[in-house]
């Protein structure tokens, strides 16, 4: 059977307590277990035994180069079901000035934020595949700004996004 989809995600940072703050205050995230240098999180309505594991590298941990002076990861996608749940946690994100940029990619709809260690992540809706016609699918040669209040006056607030749907090439 081929992947399914992402279980969890690792990171290395700085200060896991500080760590730990930040995912719960941005997304909601709760400790599931923790030892020493270390937590294991889970976000809100998870099925998995944690989506997010922290470890603690210490204060003198240098910044990542991922992107600029080596190969590595650029960044992880968490999703939300609908648009008033990616609004919150926009506002979140800005409240924390962790927001770091803001997308419509037409079939997807995305945020991006940097955490206390400025490794970056993003929080997507994804177009539910009822909604996606032959416009929706041309508009994805390009990427736009943002414009949430936009989308949710389009597609609903309380729209369930379409997770796990493969969309049309």
Known sequence: MPVQRLNHAVLYVRDVERSVAFYRDAL????????????????????????????????????????????????????????????????NLSELGALAGASDHSTTKALYAKDPDGLEFEVSWLLPAALITDEVIAARSGIRPLDLAKDIERYGGQTRGGVGVSIPA
């Open 28 to 91: 909601g995230f709760e400790i599931v277990m923790e030892m020493p240098g270390a937590a294991f999180m889970q976000a809100p309505g998870s099925t998995n035994d944690h989506d997010l594991g922290l470890f603690q590298m210490g204060a003198q941990a240098g910044p990542t180069t991922a992107g600029r002076t080596s190969v590595g990861l650029y960044h992880l996608a968490w999703e939300v079901d609908t648009l008033d749940e990616l609004r919150r946690i926009a506002a």
